[in-house]
């Protein structure tokens, strides 16, 4: 019976991965695979065909347990309900908070850095940008920000497509070091299997050097050779809000400010969030965006329009892969040493002695991100390894799955981005570009090694 909910897993990770194909939403496959999941699971719980184990490795089984264990299945459910919740509600904040900024054209700000026809130092610039607010504001936004961004300096679409590109695997490489800066940290982060201060201690040189060594690269390249035409058509749009910079330097310090309230307070990211986004909002209320504003035009600026801006599809999505996955974790599959293991923690066990080195392994995770979505990779791995916060197994999982992803124009959510607004095609992309991006992953990689085993000799 447990091949029950492998298959139906495996079918909704598939459809996932397929969304271009078939046509169809991602957070339709998971949604459902997760309603399915669960409801398999507790009919055979209550059958008595499987156990169930919770995140205390106590296991139960309904025909022996009765009641206990009753309580038990539900207590498991709402344990992971509440682990998905507190990411949920982390992204929602966040989100808002970049949608108010947006509203409030504190973005355009940023194009005022941007005062060069150089191709090649265009690059650099649009690299770093991306490199610096990916880490901020996560490499999804930060992607969305800059290709806008470019819109308004690059007239041409085929000079466009290339810096769009680029943005990708500065983005990804930026989100990789930091708590806030990629889901997948995020998740890493709430879970305490990182702490702020670990994740960028250990992970900030590999990512520079993922980012750097492509970047290097591309500078030779015929493509960034020469100038650009500057588009100059809408200059005196970018500050006609007075509240722009205000909002910008808010928006960003009170999503910064959330790593520093959950070291003084030891409470989880997700109440910082929420701090952040009440100031956030609460300035918000009050400023004045324009010269001669009126009442009738606040709604314009208003946080309840940012909320209905923010991609709340993504936050399904990530409800559905998240119990998914959580329901594979809490499924008793098999023992080991005598215990009974989840299904995902059984998979570790024979990965770990199909490929004894487990660097090897999350070499793989990272190369497989970029063909399969990064979350529910990182939530399964989650399940499967048991290591002490800030191991450097949980460093190596967040850079390698957080650059991974650039390899492939689908691999991440800043390429899905990237690719739905500048139609980048996938094999474009994959002639191109894929190059650099493996190799900016292998140089971080071997970097990460050297810094973790070699100069620190952690094991």
């Not at 498991?76 to 982390?90: R, S, W, Y």
């Not at 990708?168 to 990629?182: E, F, K, L, M, R």
């Not at 790593?259 to 701090?275: C, D």
């Not at 314009?300 to 399904?316: M, T």
Request: one cysteine or more; proline letters at 3%; charged letters at 15%.
């Amino acid at each position: 019976m447990e091949s029950i909910i492998i298959l139906i897993f495996v079918i909704g990770y598939l459809s996932i991965t397929l969304e271009h194909p078939l046509k169809l939403d991602k957070t339709v496959p998971a949604l459902i695979m997760a309603a399915l999941i669960w409801a398999v699971l507790a009919i055979g719980f209550h059958a008595g065909w499987f156990d169930v184990i919770d995140s205390h490795d106590n296991a139960f089984s309904f025909l022996t347990g009765g009641e206990a264990a009753e309580h038990g299945f539900e207590n498991t459910l709402l344990h992971h309900l509440g682990k998905t919740a507190e990411i949920l509600i982390f992204l929602i904040g966040a989100m808002t908070i970049v949608e108010i900024i947006d509203l409030h054209q504190g973005f355009e700000v940023l194009k005022g850095a941007v005062k060069t026809k150089s191709k090649r130092k265009l690059l650099w610039i649009i690299g770093v940008l991306a490199f610096i607010l990916s880490a901020i504001i996560d490499n999804l936004t930060a992607t969305i920000v800059l290709i806008t961004l470019l819109r308004k300096l690059i007239v041409s679409r085929e000079e466009r497509l290339w810096f769009a590109a680029m943005v990708v695997i500065a983005a990804n490489a930026g989100g990789a070091w930091s708590p806030i800066g990629d889901v997948t940290t995020t998740m890493l982060w709430i879970a305490k299997n990182v702490t702020a201060a670990g994740l960028i201690e250990f992970v900030v040189i590999p990512s520079i050097v993922c980012f750097v060594i492509p970047f290097g690269i591309a500078s030779y390249m015929p493509a960034f050779k020469g100038q650009i035409e500057v588009n100059s058509e809408d200059e005196e749009e970018t500050d006609k809000l007075l509240s722009s910079k205000t909002m910008l330097f808010l928006g960003l310090g009170m999503i910064v400010s959330v790593p520093i309230f959950k070291t003084i307070t030891h409470l989880p990211p997700y109440i910082g969030m929420m701090l952040a986004l009440g100031v956030v909002w609460l300035v918000s209320e009050y400023i004045h965006p324009e010269e001669d504003f009126t009442k009738e035009r606040r709604h314009l600026y208003s946080a309840h329009k940012a909320l209905s801006r923010i991609e709340i599809s993504s936050i399904l999505f990530f409800l559905g892969i998240l119990m998914a996955v959580a329901g594979l974790e809490s499924l008793v599959y098999g023992t080991v040493g005598g215990e009974d293991v989840g299904t995902l923690r059984y998979v570790a066990e024979i990965l770990q002695g199909a490929i004894p080195n487990q660097d090897i392994v999350v070499i793989f995770l990272g190369v497989l991100s970029a063909i399969i979505d990064n979350v529910p990779l990182v939530a399964a791995s989650m399940g499967m390894y048991d290591a002490p916060t800030d191991a450097v197994l949980w460093h190596f999982i967040a850079y390698s799955a957080g650059t991974g992803g650039s390899m492939l124009i689908i691999g991440s959510a800043a390429g899905v981005a990237a690719m739905g607004m500048e139609k980048i095609d996938f094999i474009w992309y994959l002639k191109k570009i894929s190059w650099l991006a493996f190799i900016g992953f292998i140089a971080g990689a071997g970097v990460f090694l050297f810094i973790e085993r070699v100069l620190f000799h952690h094991v």
